[in-house]
């Protein structure tokens, strides 16, 4: 029943899987009337996506969920080590210590975040985000698929179905966010345009039991990767990806699709698993098997009018670096408050233009950067000696050739050794997983350069207060506790953050977030204050002086700063706040008298 405003909801969100539930969450947690459906009856019913990253890792502690994250997932501790053996009970070809577990980078990610990593996979995940959207109020209807979608210059009129016994309902409201994946109904008939290509690999998930404790408790890992002679189609014979430590697992293995579809019969699929453990005694359980497609697509736009795209409905790419529901997650993050905002009034109905404007771009990064690192792994096969059409006979005399001393064989050590340390753009890429810099209206650019990179900008985070950026982690006293910069801000509030002499700063703070009825809170940092940086760790990272200011959105973004203590701090930080969230400049009354 549409109510008298026309209206039966402010945000009608398509899909429940991450994206959808943390956009449900995020929306439900601001008050946002909102309604999400999905066609399914629950949540995942297998693995899926799993990597889970430090940014993402930061948003589930926004939602107050990462301890409820951590009690289901494996630790970063069991995530590290990357095998490449030609099977789990033979030797060992290579090995990478992956996602910040060797002492060479352990330091760069404890240091640059207060969350670590974790494996987790999304049919684990997905209840967790579902009862936080609970517990805050959201509307969650599951076996109801959308069958129609159009929209005016008003709202989206959507026609769905109910599953169980097709009963259709229509659903009026102010905007749209499509989060339905990689088949997006959204996409589809709001006439959104994808740039790339699809259909450019074939994969087979085989998700099973077996006990593997003793090929994996003393080099514990999330990737497994099996390289035997006579099957180099893409990246060997199969990939074993953790689940659950160690007994649950996923066995991914590539195919050719002008072959014909790999057979998935349990006889199949357990001699494959067999093979590539190396031992014929483990028993193996088959859970379920999957077809699925390599794409590298990205929407041209992430919105269009009344419609917005998050997640795979809006970038599709292969799993590579675990970029995927990351980036999901991440989508709805910077959508989710800006919804909020224009709909409770406190922003412009321009602030959504910066969704497209800020995340766009980085899908096409990752897109990009997931499939060069697919590409990336033909190295490893190379170096083995590995060649298609070759025999297992010719593959294994390739493979030997490592072992000898020989010139051949030095050469292709080298090239290994080259080839694994190539795979940290996968598996070590920590300025892919962090340093994410927004440009548009919603950040107000001090034209300053950016800070020059030491390091490789891939590879390596280097934080920065640089407008648009993610706000440094930095470890502050609060009393007797230790809090992290990032813990002051987000919560779906603004907040502004300055040290000894920015009292100008502060006080404005406070009047702004009256006078515009924003959620604005305010802090000063440094000796004799609530919150002391005696580490020196935020000095180090802030890069403006003690009286200086920073003004943090609502998903950790730097939206202004001012280097030094101002005269007219409240002017100044109200010019700001206008300029970020599309409000109308203040009226001189001089000017309308």
Known sequence: MTGSSGFDTDVFVVGAGPAGLTMAALLARQGVDAITVTKY???AHSPRAHITNQRTVEVFRDLGIEDAVRQVATPNELMGNNVWATSFADEEIARLLTWGSGPDRHGDYESASPSAMCNIPQHVLEPVLLQSALDQGADIRFNTELVNITQDDD???ATVRSRPDGEEQTIRARYVVGADGGNSTVAAQLGFTFRGESGLGAAANVWLEADLTAYTAHRPGTLYWMCQPGNDYWVGSGTWICVKPWTEWVLLFMYDPAEGDPDLSEEAVIARAHATIGDPNVDITIKSTSLWQINHLVADDYRRGRAFLVGDAAHRHPPANGLGTNTSIQDSFNLAWKLAYVLQGRAGAQLLDSYHDERQPVGVQVVDRAMKSVADMLPISTALGFKPGQTAEEGQRALDELKADTALGERRRQELADAVQLQNYQF???GVELDQHYTSDAVVDDWSDWPATQRDPELYH???THPGARLPHAWLTHGKDSVSTLDLAGHDGLMLLTGIGGDAWVEAAGKLAAELDLPLAAYEIGPGREHQDVLGDWR????????G???VRPDHHIAWRSEHAATDAKDT???????VLDLAPKTNPEETA
Request: hydrophobic fraction near 35%; glycine fraction near 10%; charged fraction near 25%.
């Open 573 to 579: 930080l109200e010019r700001a706040l206008r300029h």
């Open 155 to 157: 709202g989206v009129t």
């Open 428 to 430: 070590n890429a920590h």
């Open 549 to 551: 200011a920073l003004l």
């Open 462 to 464: 280097h934080p920065t």
């Open 540 to 547: 180090a990272r802030r890069e403006v002086a003690d009286g």
């Open 41 to 43: 009856p629950g949540t």
